[in-house]
């Protein structure tokens, strides 16, 4: 009896890890469940979670840095080149719609279009 007690020991510590998800500070938790997601996200600590039927994405909420470079004339048609920088972060409570909407890499979709026009 106390080999099979140490067995179902050993086969349920993997399964009980996998069933665990840990969202780092700085980052919101998506979480979708058969394809559905979630309309709140998961805030930083450990969730635990049905692996099979569900899966936990993180996105990033702390502040980022975007730079690029333009080219610019000026009044008196004078060819300049610009060097700006922008300063982001996504809005929490906004995570889940933002991350519905345009998917992992959200910044890249959207700030360039915002930014460059293209």
């Not at 979670?49 to 502040?63: A, H, M």
Request: with cysteine; aromatic share 10%.
């Amino acid at each position: 009896m106390n080999k099979f007690k140490i067995a179902l020991a050993v086969l349920a510590l993997p399964l009980a890890t996998a069933c665990a998800e840990v969202v780092e500070e700085g980052n919101i938790g998506i979480e979708k469940r058969l394809g559905k997601m979630s309309k709140s996200g998961l805030q930083p600590g450990m969730h635990w979670y049905n692996p099979f039927t569900t899966s936990i994405n993180e996105v990033d909420t702390q502040t980022q840095k975007w730079s690029a470079k333009t080219e610019s004339y000026t009044r008196d048609l004078q060819q300049a080149e610009v060097e700006f920088s922008l300063n982001y972060s996504l809005d929490k409570k906004s995570a889940p719609a933002m991350y519905a909407k345009y998917g992992d890499e959200w910044e890249k979709k959207i700030i360039s279009l915002i930014v460059t026009g293209k």
